[in-house]
């Protein structure tokens, strides 16, 4: 697909087919992916896959509620309603029944890891829309913290859940409008 | 640009043609760039251009003597040995002597920041690839500390420079090849 016809494509869909997903076509998705620059080319990048409906349940509801929790530790949160709302309706799934997810990790003690990953994670989204699938990062799905969960999901000591997303296709083919985007700020021209 | 292509032609661009790049070119660049999922939809994002030759040899020679204060500052540091080469060559230009350098700013109490910038930035690399641009994330280029001179750059306080990129025409059209990948490790596959 063209670039300029994917950047239009490439919404954020959590609405999906009923339709499971190959673990073979995430694996070229992935292939895809490791082509974006990192610093040092360290590729300190890992990835988990999942496609079990009850597991991504379990890990949402741990989620939801570590979400729900770190909201209660912090009086001021701008998301004390949404948590509030979140906290009566417990048969919502915050990865959107989608068939699949994947978790980027990587290292800790990496101190670029975070931007290394937002760039993969572009390319990972891309990918998917090129290859007629849709996707989110789903923040709230970072939040699992137990630690026989994390080691249930192959997680290594010393790293961490980075970027979630869920990947299916978009139910009906429906891809939503882009939200509105502010003119962005140039803060200085130095010529 | 087809994304396959794309994939191919983006690579990390060093050695650039003595050729401006105008600034109405990178701000089509910065339109295609918000075009990028980004937490909550916050667009966060802010934008530094400079073509100034002169104000980035000077930025250069700032971030590379905080680069070298920093490895000094820890003696186990694994670019001990980088740091000490780079501080016999004063002359040497940490941005390649790139017509245009672009730095993504952002708000530091923005948690999610650092990932969102990430996936911008690739954004940001791949369009300027798709307009026959090269880039490159120089890393060191984000050493600068001093007060007056973030100021000079129109960094409000309460901000950090994230990404600094550089931008022109390669030399010659060469583009390198793609250094070495391993292969991904994917932790699990849960079905």
């Known amino acids: 697909m063209d670039f300029i016809e ?3 494509k490439r919404r954020s869909i959590r609405n999906f087919e009923d339709k499971p997903v190959p673990v ?14 990192n610093a040092s080319n360290k590729q300190a990048w890992n990835f988990i896959i999942i496609t079990n ?9 741990i989620s939801r509620q570590g979400f729900i929790d770190s909201v209660k530790r912090n009086p001021d949160s701008p998301l004390k309603e949404y948590a509030k709302g979140l906290e009566n309706r417990k048969e919502v799934n915050c990865f959107f029944d989608a068939p699949c997810l994947v978790y980027i990790t990587g290292p800790t003690n990496v101190s670029t890891i ?3 990953v937002g760039i993969l994670a572009a390319y990972f989204m891309l990918s998917a829309t090129n290859k007629g699938l849709g996707t989110c990062w789903i923040g709230m799905g970072g939040g699992v913290r137990d630690k026989a969960v994390l080691k249930e999901m192959g997680l290594p000591e010393g790293h961490h859940l980075i970027a979630p997303i869920i990947i299916g296709y978009a139910k009906d083919g429906k891809i939503p409008p882009m939200r509105d985007r502010k003119e962005p700020t140039i803060l200085k021209i130095i010529e």
């Open 24 to 37: 073979a076509l995430i694996k070229e998705i992935i292939q895809d992916s490791i082509k974006a620059p």
């Open 6 to 8: 994917l950047l239009e």
């Open 114 to 116: 975070r931007e290394d």
């Open 53 to 61: 409906a009850e597991f991504m349940k379990k890990l949402s509801d």
